[in-house]
């Protein structure tokens, strides 16, 4: 199964045979991605502390940036007059660009919202910022990256029925709104596409309405958005499945800001195809380091005066090269070292998973690495490793 269009493809090369997880290429003017597959944050431009290169090294293949922070600075002016985001972040590869729909739920005190669109305040220096559906596409065809995403609202409240319709409804009239601008200004025959966003929250029927409204729209990709912004578990276990499995095959599908080894297994189960969250590189410059024996917060007195790997089983420049009592040295000291080595590390574990994840897909033994997974991420690593 496949799909093609202007530069864009997306197709299946293999599928499970216990659920509904499948290893697929994306393809882009910049590139292809194997999926499933892991796309490291980078906000402003940068994936805070890693070069471009190293990013590669680890595994990386697609990047993201965000609009709303690079519309405040430099200015998508200036990103376009220095060669658009590739050239800014140095990166050859694909990039996505969320379109600061997510901050009109995290900023939502700094922001304004009508039926046109929503005006922030600026977290820099409280000058008044409009993106409108069209200002949004606009600033995104000039940051250049290959996907660009729709503008949509997620509701502060997920599990907030009236709340969340009203905030899903008005997501389908911006996106087509979104999508008039996108083809007014040359849609994919520019080298950039639009992939619109399914909203509705923990409620079943809601997401089915969204999916059956976005997916009318003829796009080279479609995402999930709206969770892990508060609710529980099994809230967003509702939400992505109920999304997951109306969305076309033929079509990659991205899971917006989720999240952790437990999302990404339960999420792959039910055929995304797309992740991106902060989680490794915040992580990393808070001292903490995700591992193959659970979770470690490198700070803890017992690795003082550890001469071992952080984690035996990886090769990372941080567990090649360092101890964990030198780790918790530069931790301790705030040494940016510190930081940049546990970000290193907790991305090639991101990725090493999902190297794990599209090998049981294709071979066989998903349950065995669901439960290793699980196993891993429900302990903290004890005194005596």
């Known amino acids: 199964m496949s799909f093609a269009r202007e530069g864009f493809g997306y197709r299946v090369l293999a599928r499970s045979r216990e659920n509904r997880a499948r290893v697929g290429v994306f393809t882009t003017p910049h590139g292809v991605v194997t ?3 892991f796309m490291p944050v980078g906000t402003r431009g940068t994936v805070k502390g890693v070069q471009p290169e190293e990013l590669f090294s680890l595994g990386s293949r697609m990047i993201l940036a965000n609009t709303y922070h690079l519309a405040l600075r430099p200015g998508e002016d200036v990103v376009r007059e220095l060669g658009g985001l590739h050239r800014l972040m140095n990166w050859n590869g694909p990039i996505l660009t969320d379109s600061g729909g997510y901050q009109v739920f995290s900023l939502a005190d700094l922001m304004k919202l009508d039926e046109g669109g929503v005006t922030f305040r600026s977290v820099i220096d409280g000058a008044s910022l409009r993106f409108t559906p069209e200002r949004v596409i606009e600033i995104e065809r000039a940051l250049g990256a290959d996907v660009a995403m729709a503008f949509d609202h997620c509701a502060d409240d997920p599990l907030d029925r009236a709340k ?15 999508v008039r601008r996108h083809r007014e200004l040359d849609g994919e025959g520019s080298g950039q596409t639009l992939f619109g966003i399914v909203q509705g929250g923990a409620f079943e029927d809601l997401r089915a309405r969204s999916v059956e409204a976005v997916t009318s ?7 999930i958005g709206g969770v892990s912004v508060g609710e529980t578990r099994d809230a ?5 499945r109920s999304a997951a499995r109306r969305l076309p095959e033929d079509r990659p599908r991205y899971l917006m800001g989720v999240g952790t080894p437990l999302d990404f297994v339960e999420a792959v189960a039910e055929g995304i195809d797309l992740f991106d969250c902060v989680t490794p590189t915040r992580h990393g410059r808070t001292k903490q380091a995700f591992s ?4 470690v917060n490198i700070e803890n007195a017992r690795f003082a005066r550890d001469p071992r790997p952080l984690d035996p089983r990886c090769a990372c420049p941080a567990c090649r090269g360092f101890s964990r009592g030198t780790l918790r040295h530069l931790a301790k000291s705030d040494e940016m070292l510190g930081a940049i ?8 574990f991101f990725h090493a998973l999902f190297d794990d994840l599209r090998a049981a897909i294709e071979f066989g033994g998903w349950a065995e690495l669901a439960a290793r997974v699980e196993g891993d991420m429900a302990r903290v690593l004890p005194p005596e490793l």
């Not at 967003?236 to 992505?240: F, G, L, N």
Request: proline share 2%; with cysteine.
């Open 292 to 295: 193959s024996q659970g979770l």
């Open 236 to 240: 967003m276990r509702i939400a992505v």
């Open 341 to 348: 080595l546990l970000t290193l590390h907790n991305l090639r």
């Open 35 to 37: 999926t499933p597959a």
């Open 164 to 178: 969340v319709e009203d905030a899903t409804l008005r997501t389908h009239r911006w996106l087509e709104r979104c």
């Open 217 to 223: 729209h003829d796009l080279v990709g479609y995402a």
